[in-house]
């Protein structure tokens, strides 16, 4: 079984990279059993939502990208989330 460590540094690496079948598992059998942890996984959706959201405004103003350039930024911000 995996301590709380491992599972933060999981998760985190989880907005990185494809974690395997065997990593997401485990995750989720230790968020299960351990509210910390379900709640710092929690809060790092909330976060990665929050920036993304973030940027897709800030993208939405002028900040001299052209449009193709905005949509192309706009496509990868929402496939990530």
Do not use: P, W
Not at 55 to 68: P, R, V
Request: charged residues 35%.
């Amino acid at each position: 079984m995996l301590s709380c460590k491992d599972i933060a540094q999981l998760g985190s690496e989880s907005y990185d990279r494809s974690l395997s079948l065997g990593e997401r598992l485990s995750i989720r059998l230790h968020v299960v059993r351990c509210r910390m942890c379900s709640r710092y996984m929690s809060q790092l959706k909330f976060l990665r939502r929050a920036c993304a959201h973030a940027d897709a405004e800030q993208l939405n103003q002028k900040s001299g990208f052209t449009e193709e350039a905005r949509e192309r930024i706009r496509s990868r911000l929402n496939r990530d989330k």
